[in-house]
Each structure stands twice: as C-alpha cells, then as structure tokens.
C-alpha cells in the first residue's frame, strides 16, 4: 500500500483525493460521488477564480450539478482573519449548497470553519503547493490578534491538478517546499519527546509524514521550475501532512514543532515585512526550520554523559516563578495571559526534568543515532531552500535582529507541545543557542 492510499484507509474526515495532470475535469464526478444530489457553491478569491473557480463553476454545470451563485472575495490583502469568517457566515447561512473552495490556505481554511459552522461538509480545489493544511483537521485563523487553530472537520474530498498548481507564483510553491521541509525538524522533535516519555510516536501518522519525505525534498530547482513529477511529489507530501493529522486525532504533532512555533510567534506579533504584507506561512516556518535544525546541531555537539543533573534541577524554577516570568515577558501583548497557560500545561516537576535527564544522558547514543537519521544539516537546508527561492536569513523576510532573537526565545512560551526549544530551556541553553545562531548563520 503506497503512502496516499495509507492515509485516505486511516483518515477519518477526507474520503476522496485526486493528484495528477488534468484530474480539474474530475470535480463534477468526484462532487456528484461525495455529496450525492447536492448543490454546490463555489468559494473562491478574484486570484484563484481567474485560475481555476469560474472553470470549476462552469465544469459543475455543465455535469448537470445545481449551483448557486459563486462566492468570490476581491480583497487584495486577504488573509485568515475573523472578518471573513463572518462574510462567508452570512453567505453560506442562506443557502444548504456544499462549498467548493477553490484557492489554497486562506481560502481553504475560511471555507473549511465555516462549513462546520453551517454543519456540512465541504471540498477543496487546490490552485497551489504551498502548505500542508489542504486536509489539516482545524482552520488557523487570526481573531482579536492571536492565531488560533479552531475545531473543524477536513475537507471531505480533495482535488489538485499539478497543471493548475504550475501556474501559481513561485513564491508560493517554494512556501510549500518550505512547509514541506519543516516536517524533518518537527520529525525530530517527535523522536526526543518519544525517547523522553513525553509524547510516544505512532508509527500510522509517522509513516504518512515521514515515509518518502526526503525524497519529496531531494528535487528543489525542479520545484521551482514547475516540473511536473516534482510538483506532484512536493503536492503528495503536503497533503500526507494534513491526513497524518487526521490519522493522529486532535493534534498537529506528526506535522508541526518548533519551527512552526517561530511563525505562530511572527502572527501572533503582527509582525509585517517592509511592503506591509506578512510572509507566507511557508516563509515563516522556512526561518524556523533553520533555527530548529540549528538548535539539534548545537545538542548533537553536546556531552549528554557530562551533564550536571543536581545541578540543573536545583536552578529549576517553580512554576508560580515561571508563570511570572511569562506574564512579564508577554506583558506588553495583545496576549498576556495566554502563554503562561501553556507554560503551565507543559511544566515538568523536578522529578520528571531529573528523569528526563537521565534518560538523556543514559540513553545518549540511540538518541542522537535516531536524530542525525532524521535530521538535516543546517548547511544543507539553506541550499535547497535557497535553490526553492525561500528565505534563509531573517533579512529575507525584514525581520530585524532583535526581533528575530526575541521571537526565538518567546516561542518556546507560546505552545505546550514539547520541542527543541524546552531541551534547550531544560539545559538552560536556550539564550546561548540563540546566540550562537544569530553570530553564524544569522549574523
């Protein structure tokens, strides 16, 4: 059984998926099978109508599908934000048709919670290559200035035609392979909370992800110049992304760690480039992935038999005292209060950190055996992302020095999934770390 056929058997909300040249003449058969005697209603932005919606429109109707009038939002500057949840609300609360989003990650998302707030199912047309959350299970959508991810079902079928995803913009597809390389980091910060007890692996959702990743990574510039073969590997690889979250119920860990809580930390702080605009997610997570991998350098450098374990586990704070240092850190925030939530959701007790320490120092050559497999070189990285077009260096994307090193330290706060970043605050490395990064491949 091949990866994609692995995950359609363990996904429990995407019951159809078509990847392939041409397979845009699908969407009336694939509809009229999924959701039988139902009317549709394409969703859509102006960009992805002119490449793909008016055409899936018109395909609907001319299969003899009922449907309504297309939803098409024109707002240059679209993102995943509060407001068009409510336009898209009041839109689809007048009508029982089925949305077919027709776009990539804002479009899909907006589409994806409100669906589940009508209460039917939706599917999704995908015009680009550029993330993973096509079959994700929630929507990440940015309401009073935190970006939230909200419960809501996948897409209940899927089509993505490699000739349309070769027309969208560069930048997107080298998002996507950035989105795509992320998963090596988040891979290895699956196998540190394995071996710690935190978090086992689950080799379904683990083999979905991680099964041919490497190879989906091996050809950038083909990425990049829109080859075909490539593009349906990279576009495979993304999708396997969102059902391992669907084989892994209620958490995006097969498909997100560290690297992804860079960018959680860039939406969360607004943070724009100098155009006004704010890099694609796929951009973010590319600065993430370097500092992730950078971080696992810095551990695989490092003697686990010597480490003082008394001696770190007496400097432990208690949680009230990290608490504290959490509302003072975020006091300034549009979130104060959030991050210390999830500092306390994940605290380990002196005993657990003294624990997890031994298993760490005893457990020492398996663990780095298992990481230096997964891992890619820092080196490595910048030049496939580099021979992708994505960016490699905060300047890339605008973002000044302190700021880069403030969002690497505040990260670690702001998700209770353990990563890189708690061995690193652990260990009491974390600011050293940053540090080192930002002298070397940052500087």
Not at 274 to 284: K, N, R
Request: proline share 5%; glycine share 8%; with cysteine.
């Amino acid at each position: 059984m091949d990866r994609v056929q692995l995950a359609l058997s363990n996904a429990t909300q995407t019951h159809a998926l078509e990847i392939g040249s041409g397979v845009l003449d699908k969407v009336p058969q694939v509809f009229k099978s999924q959701f039988p005697g139902k009317k549709a209603v394409v969703v859509a932005h102006a960009a992805t109508w002119a490449v793909a919606g008016e055409r899936v429109d018109t395909l609907l109707r001319q299969a003899g599908v009922e449907t309504d009038a297309s939803i098409v939002f024109k707002d240059a500057d679209m993102h995943a934000e509060w407001k068009y949840i409510e336009q898209l609300d009041a839109k689809l609360s007048h009508t029982g048709a089925v949305a077919v989003a027709v776009g990539s990650g804002t479009i899909n998302d907006i589409t994806k919670l409100c669906s589940a707030h009508q209460g039917r199912p939706y599917m999704v047309v995908a015009t680009a290559a550029s993330m993973d959350g096509y079959v994700a299970f929630g929507a990440s959508i940015t309401r009073d200035g935190i970006k939230s991810t909200y419960k809501c079902a996948a897409p209940q079928a899927v089509v993505a035609d490699v000739d349309v995803l070769a027309t969208a913009p560069a930048g997107m597809t080298a998002s996507g392979y950035a989105d795509l390389m992320a998963k090596v980091p988040a891979g290895a910060d699956w196998i540190v909370a394995d071996v710690l007890g935190v978090e086992p692996i689950d080799p379904t959702p683990w083999n979905i992800v991680q099964g041919g990743l490497h190879d989906a990574l091996s050809h950038p510039e083909a990425c990049r110049e829109g080859d075909p073969k490539a593009l349906q590997a990279l576009a495979e690889g993304l999708m396997l992304g969102g059902f391992a979250m669907q084989a892994y119920p209620a958490s995006s860990r097969p498909a997100s760690g560290a690297e992804h809580q860079i960018s959680h930390m860039l939406n969360m702080d607004r943070f724009v480039m100098p155009d006004g605009q704010a890099p694609s997610h796929g951009f973010q997570v590319s600065i993430g992935t370097i500092v992730s991998l950078f971080f696992y350098e810095q551990l695989l450098h490092t003697d686990l038999s010597t480490l003082d374990i008394d001696a770190l586990v007496m400097r432990w704070p208690s949680l009230e005292e990290q608490k504290e240092a959490s509302l003072r850190m975020f006091r300034k925030s549009d979130f104060p209060t959030f991050a210390a939530g999830e500092i306390e959701a994940k605290y380990s007790s002196p005993e657990e950190l003294r624990r997890h320490f031994e298993i760490m120092r005893d457990r020492q050559d398996e663990l780095k055996s298992r990481l230096r497999q997964q891992l890619l070189t820092v080196p490595q990285a910048i030049g496939r992302l580099k021979a992708v077009g994505a960016p490699v260096h905060p300047r890339d994307i605008g973002l000044g020095r302190e700021q880069m090193r403030a969002t690497i330290i505040r990260s670690q706060q702001i998700r209770r999934r353990y990563t890189i970043f708690d061995v690193a605050v652990r260990m009491g490395t974390m600011e050293e770390w940053a540090d080192r990064l930002m002298s070397s491949h940052f500087a």
